[in-house]
């Protein structure tokens, strides 16, 4: 569904990624494991097309996007959450659920946000930032229930939840996966996306270093062996 070929990407002169080749197939779950300043977040700007690769080319379900604007990609079924969980911390619940709904049903919205989870179908008059991390991190993932995307893109979606806060966003990133939805989840901490993914991609100072079947590595051989950092 989604494929990078030789993808050479980076910002003014200063080249990120070089020569990535990353597929997510149909259904598939991946995760992209790397150290901070890997490229991970630059790579999930390329496949949503929030910036134009220096070289190399970016399809979608068989059409070539390298140069088309987000909006097509969006349009594709392509959906980011993004670092720092993009949701709108001054405005409401339900206002930042209208501003995922864009111009969809905003009751089944609200109705699949709570559905997602309750407590977000509670909290409809409190500000956005005064939800605990756990509680944003859900409200930004209820955009991908509201969309219903064919791939969702997920940032660092565990970094400063608590393990019971990401074991729940992780349960609901499953779910996601049961309703045929693909997954690219990048993550800093390979343990929880290992156990969720199907294939794995290690990112290393922009270069792919591995590709393989999520299940037989552990966090701990990814860290040693591909990231050189040590459990
Ligand atoms: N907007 C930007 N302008 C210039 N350099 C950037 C920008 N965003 C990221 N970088 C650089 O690109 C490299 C990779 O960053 P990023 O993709 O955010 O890594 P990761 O998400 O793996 O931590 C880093 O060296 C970072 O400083
Ligand atoms: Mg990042």
């Given at each position: 569904m989604l494929t990078l070929r030789s993808v050479t990407a980076g910002y003014g002169g200063a080249t990120v990624l070089r020569d990535v080749d990353l597929t997510v197939a149909d259904g598939e779950?991946?995760?992209?494991l790397?150290?901070?300043g890997a490229g991970k977040t630059t790579l999930l700007r390329l496949a949503t097309g929030l910036l134009k690769p220096q070289g190399g080319r970016i399809e979608f379900a068989g059409r070539d996007l390298t140069n088309s604007p987000p909006q097509t990609f969006a349009r594709q079924g392509i959906c980011l959450l993004p670092e720092g969980r993009g949701i709108f911390p001054s405005l409401t619940v339900r206002e930042n659920l209208v501003v995922q709904a864009r111009g969809r049903n905003l009751d089944a919205s609200i109705t699949a946000a709570a559905e997602l989870y309750p407590v977000l179908g509670t909290r409809l008059r409190q500000a956005a930032g005064s939800l605990s991390g756990g509680e944003q991190q859900m409200l930004a993932l209820a955009r991908a229930y509201i969309t219903q995307p064919a791939l969702v893109?997920?940032?660092?979606?565990s970094l400063g939840l608590a393990p019971l806060a990401v074991d729940a966003i992780y349960a609901a990133l499953g779910r996601l996966v049961e309703r045929g939805v693909s997954l690219l989840v990048v993550e800093q901490y390979a343990q929880k996306a290992l156990a969720i993914a199907d294939?794995?991609?290690?990112?290393?100072q922009g270069r792919i270093t591995h590709t393989g079947a999520a299940d037989g590595i552990s966090a701990e051989e990814i860290y040693g062996k591909y990231l050189g950092i040590g459990a």
């Open positions: 779950v991946v995760a992209l790397g150290a901070n893109l997920i940032d660092e979606a294939t794995v991609y290690v990112l290393n």
